[in-house]
């Protein structure tokens, strides 16, 4: 059993309890104990106080791209010009180096869980062996008719090594790239598969004004992306509403990211569907997308946040994506930090299926620890944590230590 303790221990429950000089008890990969340090070292021993530190679950970044970990080369300040820029980029695979360095940027901020998109399955190996939880969104595009078997075939096979890797650390999922990107033949079947394997399920949803115009009008950028790319495609293969009706009664766990032209009726669509929306505020505004409104959102559906890639992010700490967002809203901002950190641990843990995101017993002992000068002094202990953090001190994964920053 070892026991760690800190100045405030974030429990990040829904009432978000803090414990001030508490410690949580761990054995293996679970949680046994959580209270006032005191109590935990007469009851176990072994037992280390952290002064000035907080002490919280392990962050989670619901949605990235690790293969995306080479920011040259990309356009930003409009959807178009940047898609159009990946497109050059995409021949040239980033390296195993550039991975591993994005990475360890995430344990840096202190996050222990990547939900990670992979288009081609170039990141698996790093991932597999990053010593991080992973789910492991396998990414499925076909927009063409013509080649909806083959692009079928090769995501299957892609789907097949990955379960290979399937681990208690290692969770793969499925993610359909974007309605303007998967033909309907595709989703029905991806949606078949998801609920086969009652896993998680991502897509790119309403990111931009054009992918809005697409979907609703069948013109703008994507009319003309089509025209050079695939003439056959003269219109979207979706309305919204016929989009989102491809998930109903489904038992994944569904998210959508972005969601930034999203009405508040389509994202009531959602919750009824029992999906999540990931915000990812930087790379919103460097795509020329307006940001979500965060506490709109999130009254109405668990709204999380994420760093997305280096591609569109200038970087993967999560840390300053929570700060990002928390400048950017309009809402009040000592119970909007509270709802922020939630949002990175509890209600990411519950979005993506995992057992960790709470410091409860019997949960996974997936923790970070920072140090956070004066936390110790204030009763604003989220937004402390929020503006003063830097980088975690130590990042526990079902209660492996994975080396300090
Ligand atoms: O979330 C951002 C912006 N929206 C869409 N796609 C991506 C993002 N970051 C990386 N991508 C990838 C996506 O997974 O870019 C490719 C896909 O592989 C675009 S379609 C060729
Ligand atoms: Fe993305």
Redesign the pocket.
């Given at each position: 059993m070892e026991v760690i303790g800190a100045s405030k221990v974030f429990v990040c429950d829904d009432a978000f309890c803090v414990l001030d000089n508490g410690a949580v008890a761990f054995e293996g990969a679970h949680i046994c104990d959580v209270g006032d340090f005191a109590t935990l070292q007469k009851r176990y021993g072994n037992a280390r106080f952290h002064d000035d530190c907080v002490l919280l679950p392990a962050l989670i970044n619901p949605h990235t791209?690790i293969e995306?970990s080479d920011s040259c080369g990309f356009v930003f300040g409009s959807f178009g010009a940047w898609?159009s820029s990946?497109?050059t980029q995409?021949q040239k695979p980033c390296s195993k180096e550039q991975m591993e360095s994005a990475l360890a940027s995430l344990r840096k901020s202190g996050v222990g869980c990547v939900g990670a998109?992979s288009?081609q399955g170039h990141d698996l190996d790093v991932l597999a062996c990053s010593n991080l939880r992973v789910v492991y969104f396998n990414?499925l595009?076909g927009s063409s008719h013509e080649g909806a078997e083959s692009a079928w075939e090769n995501f299957l096979q892609r789907v097949q090594t990955a379960d290979e890797y399937a681990s208690a650390t290692f969770h793969n999922a499925l993610a359909a790239?974007?309605p303007y990107?998967v033909v309907p033949k595709l989703l029905t079947r991806l949606v078949c598969e998801a609920n086969k394997r009652q896993c998680a399920l991502s897509v790119?949803f309403l990111?931009s004004l054009e992918e809005r115009q697409w979907l609703c009008e069948d013109s703008g950028f994507f009319k003309d992306f089509y025209a050079n790319f695939n003439p056959s495609n003269t219109q979207s293969f979706y309305r919204i509403e016929s989009f989102l009706e491809h998930f109903a009664n489904t038992k994944a766990r569904l998210l959508f990211?972005?969601c930034t032209q999203a009405s508040e009726s389509e994202l009531a669509h959602i919750a009824r569907l029992g999906g999540s929306v990931v915000s990812?505020p930087r790379?919103n505004r460097l795509?020329g997308g307006k940001m979500l409104g965060f506490k709109k959102t999130n009254a109405i559906l668990p709204c999380l946040i994420g760093t997305?890639?280096l591609?569109?992010n200038n970087s993967l700490n999560l840390l300053e994506e929570l700060r990002t967002a928390l400048f950017c809203a309009h809402a009040p901002i000592v119970p909007l930090s509270v709802a922020l950190v939630l949002a990175a641990t509890n209600n990411a843990a519950r979005a993506l299926g995992l057992d960790c995101g709470i410091l409860q017993n019997g949960k996974l002992a997936d923790m970070a620890l920072f140090h956070v000068p004066q936390i110790r002094h204030t009763h604003q202990e989220a937004l402390t944590f929020l503006l003063h953090a830097t980088y975690a001190q130590s990042l526990w994964v079902g209660g492996k230590e994975l080396g300090g920053n």
């Open positions: 791209h995306f898609l990946v497109f995409r998109i288009s990414e595009i790239h974007s990107s790119h990111e990211v972005h990812c790379s795509l997305d890639s591609a569109s």
